[in-house]
């Protein structure tokens, strides 16, 4: 394990286990392990969607299930789809029970959930074509409102603006947002959208997204916070169908992000089991293939730049979060970009991870004496734990502030 | 000539001639004549500080006073350099006089002047690496505020500050500017830079330039206004060494801008009259050439294509200024950019610009005869002419804002 790892992920923790009266449980055997990260290794899942809605039966429910039980097994957040044109194909008919049914699922599996997006150009919803710019914002906000607001205690946590770049400017085909953006300026229209989302969930983990990687990206960043924008992430994606950044320019992309001191999360990683996009693609959306299998050659470089990805990312103190997309193959553009295969095995760059995740950076059950004090000492990766001693269950944390006095009460 | 010329440059002008008593000038016949243009035709001009301080001698001294004819000829404003490695070769002993002189020769030939640039990183001082960030700040501060104040009604137009999208990632040498500007962050950076600028000379027009035309200048230029830096012209360089732009980029460029409803120059335009530079070079200085002749077919495309770009930029109603760069040949990266040769001939780009910014575009001498209210009709460009009668020479200027109601006292 890498230095950086360990300084900026793991503490050396104290733990002082109590009795019931209070008194220190001195030179006796406990367990304690790790159960839960601080980080957040998410996931896209719309799968869990229809698996949450009862869309699926027999024999696909029960793939859906094994799919479902490989996400958990490895992940610990899950980002689930608002596009807007799916959640409210009907205008004035949300999907907001199928989508608190998956994120309840969610969060009973331990999954923190994350909503993708609020606000984006792309799959918006048509209806805003026959709007003035004033109708446009107001239907926007009051979506905004909305979500954040039903959904407020089951996703605390919104791609508030996905892509906002070239959201002013993208000219493939008209949207509302494309034309509010342009006459509102992207930073005022960010921060409309953060308003809205703000006012219904003021602890809410808000953030910002985007594909662009350019100075562009940054120096909107620095606009938003120099106009007041309280962003509370920075999203950044990594759509690699066209082949692996490397660890140069990923360090290269951070740099340019590290100088706000904000947490970053890598929103939407993907990397491909398969041949690589062509590199003359300019927006990925172009490429559409019937077949894009995943192959052997594939999968051992896809299982190599995973894990490169990872350490890479997870090496850096303002990320705080990774979320891989898709998890299964054949999800957007029919991409070999799962770690799990469409016959719902799993790719070696899932095992890699698991290896990493639930391995590597994890602190499996462990036995230790504890002291005359009543104290046990340990490193251990960030994130919550239990400890079991004579029949006993107790769940603590090891965070940055608490390592050094941590108390457990049987 | 389109129409987009005729109601963004032109107005139909009113113009009252009055008698010494006060009483119209009736049915007699007038001259009127064009003296100058509103618009800002300008050039590179960093010739005229060797010629106005003593620096040629002989057949040298000649050429350079040929090259200015033809500059005064042509154009109405003029780019001096205030380079700041250049401008200060030794700490404490700037050229402060050397600039004066040519500045005041500039005022005398009509010349509107602008300095150019303030803040950079390229050609900074380099003693400004042996300083701390708080100090580098202070002495970039105090250098602005020097030139604007002892330059203040000589130069009253500034390059504030210079491709601010590059200064913080900028890695091909270390530099004061650099390294400050990693720390503030661009838009902070512009703040202090405008503001060091504004305190001296609050009437002062001031600019940012930059070559970059992507998202992430409009994104800067949103976030310093919205930070509320007043910018007063958004300067565009279009250093064309690689081939034109066209009209389609030119205009997609321009429209970037439209929408924050500012002034906008044009502020250091190339067109090469020799071989394009080949199109993988990134920075254009790591482009170094002993010999890059101007050819003749060289010259027909230069010509063409300025009077493209001239008029697709004289024609868009934000554009309120172009500067040629350079005058002659030879100049930066020793490139046949100018519109004169090496040896003081001039190009058929010089001809043609003449044939419009002197004709086409320009209201040459025109007799006219006075109603019997003394009152003449007229269309004419914005800009500042003369009426002679009977010896006398009165001068007036043609604006949007007066063009209806015009009197002339004789």
New interface residues.
Partial sequence: MNSDIRNNRMSNATLTVLKADHTPLANQEVMIEQTRHKFLFGTAAFDLVPLTNGEYAGERKEQAEQRADKLTALFNAATLPFYWARFEPQRGKPMTEQLKNAANWCIHHNLLVKGHPLCWHTLTADWLLSMSNPEILRAQTVRIQREVSNFRGLIDMWDVINEA??MP?FDKYDNGLTRLC??M????TIKAMFAAARTENPSAILLINDF?V???YD??V???L??GIQIDVIGIQSHMHQGYWGVEKTLKVLD?FT?FNLPIHFTETTLVSGQLMPPEIVDLNDYQVEHWPTTPEGESRQAEETVQHYKTLFSHPLVKGITWWDMSDGGWLNAPAGLIRKDGTIKPAYEELMKLVKGEWWLAPTRLRTDEDGQIHFSGFLGDYALTYAGYRKSFSVSRETASAIEVQL
Same sequence: chains 1, 2.
């Fill in positions: 770049v070239i400017i342009k006459e300026g992207r930073i005022n662009d350019s100075p562009a120096i909107l620095e606009g938003c120099e106009a340019q100088r």
